[in-house]
């Protein structure tokens, strides 16, 4: 963990977990995908783990299945679920919209980068804190590799014009600091939306943050102020 971070001239969101608490969103999706297929419910702890990965990954891991047809089949169960409630049901955890603000006031771009399939995480962002708010927003869209490869972070560098030394990605799963990590930008583990033992695996992140507040300080902090 080094003792100083490089001031950052842009902050780089994870979405599920970080900005949103989609846990009641996502889970009720899951369980009517299992429900149409007649399968038993993971526990808890294999649904956190399976949440940070793309749909269809995600999908897999919770059903067991192990055929492209069977993957697909219980992914367009989930969706039909999930993108009839996932804005409504998908909540700004305490603290995020003012800590959005105070980002904002620095003067540094925002962005989104996520796992989440590209069209349904603009329409959470979008829906949740305004079509202003970010500058952009980069999922998962085919023939784009997703998080931890550093592809949708070189993309948001580029559409922001900054380079990526000069990013911060803020996240709560392995998959973010692994991205960071990947594209060589400070990575920020947050644990405000995570269980304890899934934020033990991202102890190694370059900080690691409690609350949205700290953030704001730390930011500001970098910046000298």
């Not at 009720?28 to 526990?43: E, F, G, N, W, Y």
């Not at 956190?48 to 749909?55: I, Q, R, V, W, Y």
């Not at 999930?82 to 305490?94: C, E, G, L, N, R």
């Amino acid at each position: 963990m080094p003792s100083v971070l490089r001031a950052p001239r842009a902050v780089l969101f994870d979405l599920d977990g970080t900005l949103v608490d989609s846990h009641a969103a996502i889970a009720a999706s899951i369980d009517h995908m299992l429900d149409v297929a007649a399968l038993p419910r993971p526990t808890r702890e294999v649904r956190e783990a399976a949440l940070s990965f793309p749909l269809r990954v995600m999908v897999a891991k919770i059903t067991g299945a192990d055929t492209p047809e069977a993957v697909e089949r219980h992914a367009q169960a989930y969706l039909e679920h999930y993108v009839a409630t996932m804005v409504q049901t998908s909540i700004p955890f305490d603290g995020v919209t003012e800590m959005l603000d105070g980002l904002h006031a620095l003067g540094l771009p925002l962005a989104v980068l996520t796992n989440k399939t590209e069209v349904n995480a603009i329409r959470i962002v979008e829906g949740r804190f305004g079509a202003a708010r970010f500058r952009t927003t980069v999922g998962t869209v085919p023939g784009r590799a997703s998080k931890p490869s550093p592809e949708g972070a070189e993309i948001l560098a580029r559409a922001l014009g900054i380079a990526l030394e000069d990013c911060w990605l803020i996240g709560d799963s392995e998959l973010d600091i692994a991205t960071a990590r990947a594209a060589g930008m400070v990575a920020i583990g947050v644990t405000w939306g995570i269980t304890p033992t899934l934020a033990e695996k991202i102890a190694d992140a370059d900080r690691l943050l409690h609350t949205p507040a700290a953030l704001t300080a730390l930011v500001t902090e970098a910046l000298g102020g």
